[in-house]
């Protein structure tokens, strides 16, 4: 029996979000359709860094490698690669295709379970504090910062990855995909506040 391989044809995906919003100075796609797999296990560590993988020191921590692939790590044996633009398509296959030969490393198919938006605009942090109760400003949730946590009432996975402290401020947002409509629905909703305006000089 061939594998099921949830990394192959990015391109055949589709996504139901309606990607038209309301203009202000935060901006936001959706990249569901983007490559996602995730990893659980006692051996997913050594698994991940046999292939060359960087692993973040600790839970809730996200980091970047030079190929563009965002690590995420959201518990001490749970791990989620995020490929945003898919330019590692043919690594992200491989990697699955072994890990179904190893022990205690188990797949897990956040591709299909999670929706993935991407935010980006100084004024994120203000927007989230209307739709979440924790303070993802920039003081305290720093770039390769993650929190599971509630947006508008939607069980979200937030990371910061922000490319620098003088660069604008962008978060990914992986929320169940059954709620994925309502979710990009409010938070087009609270963007709104943040309308761009237009100053004619005369």
Known sequence: MSLFSVSSQPE??????????????????DATTSNRIGFRGAQVAAFLEAHGILIPEQPNRALKMPNGLWILRLGHTEFW??????????????????????EQVTRL??????????????DCPE????????DLSGDTFKRGCIAQTSVARVSSVVVNVSKSE???????????ISSADYLWKALDDAAEEFQQTTTTIS
């Open 12 to 29: 055949r995906r589709q996504s139901c979000i309606e990607q038209e919003h309301h203009l202000s100075s935060i901006s936001f796609y």
């Open 166 to 176: 003088f660069e604008q401020t962008r978060f990914l947002i992986l929320s169940d």
């Open 127 to 134: 927007m989230f504090a209307k739709v979440c109760a924790v």
């Open 81 to 102: 690669l995020v490929d945003k633009r898919d330019q590692n398509t043919d690594a992200m296959i491989e990697l699955e295709k072994e890990a179904e030969q190893r």
């Open 109 to 122: 198919y956040c591709q299909h379970s999670h929706a993935l938006f991407v935010l980006t605009g100084d």
